[in-house]
């Protein structure tokens, strides 16, 4: 069974540029999430998606957004880059309907952005 | 008071020795308590996870210890090995939050 895919791996792109990033959940599951990791910051939840539905969505500016389509493939798109949005941007993929507790979280590789 | 495991960022282990690593998690509400490894250049791993029902949890050389009363969670690992090195993150998540909350994270590395 395929695990979670994000494209692309890495992206360079300057300020003021738009970018985005793909993820591609393990066949059957309908939950995607996203978290940003960051030295600073550590790992920061972005959005979570199930059924082309945002259930909740991190403390992030209105220039992160995401969509889940029908085929439960994700996208999230950062509009305006700052600098401080250079990061590993990982996307996790669950069978979770209802909550969380024991639905395990699979993590893809994540998408590594560089803002210059 | 109870003794409770600070948080360390680094870990040093001997090859063979067993690691513990702790986590203090911030929200009482939360019944869901997950550990994950993370090597270089690849994505967090799950290790193992634990309801707040329980307070103990065994796997493959893993054991999770879960402390409601002072909101700790910990990781053992036994006879720690060369593949153990990596960063190991705790989570939580709390009923229908649909997201997990990470700790810090922990480097360990592992001395030959």
């Known amino acids: 069974k395929a695990g979670v895919t994000q494209t692309p791996r890495y992206l360079i792109k300057t300020r003021g540029q738009q970018v985005t990033l793909s993820c591609s959940p393990i066949?059957?599951?309908?939950?995607v999430s996203w978290y940003q990791q960051t030295p600073g910051q550590g790992l920061q939840f972005l959005f979570e998606y199930f059924s082309e539905t945002q259930r909740n969505k991190g403390n992030f500016p209105g220039r992160f957004s995401g969509r889940q389509f029908s085929n439960s493939r994700s996208e999230m798109n950062v509009s305006t880059l700052e600098l401080g949005d250079s990061a590993l941007y990982l996307c996790?993929?669950?069978?979770?309907?209802?909550?969380?507790?024991?639905?395990?979280?699979?993590f893809g590789p994540g998408t590594r952005l560089t803002v210059l | 008071g109870e003794s409770v495991g600070l948080h360390l960022p680094t870990l040093s282990v001997q090859e063979g020795d067993n690691s513990i690593i702790n986590c203090a998690y911030s929200n009482s509400a939360s019944d869901y308590f997950i550990w994950y490894k993370q090597e270089s250049g690849k994505g967090p791993q799950f290790i193992i996870d634990?309801?707040?029902?329980?307070d103990k949890r065994q796997g493959q050389r893993v054991t999770v210890l879960l402390n409601k009363t002072v909101k700790h969670l910990s990781l053992q690992i036994a006879a720690t090995q060369p593949g153990d090195s990596a960063v190991y993150f705790c989570a939580e998540n709390t009923p229908n939050d649909y997201k997990l909350s990470f700790g810090a994270g922990t480097t360990v590395t592992v001395r030959a």
């Open positions: 996790a993929s669950s069978l979770a309907s209802g909550g969380f507790t024991y639905n395990e979280q699979f």
């Open positions: 066949s059957g599951h309908r939950s």
């Open positions: 634990i309801r707040s029902n329980m």
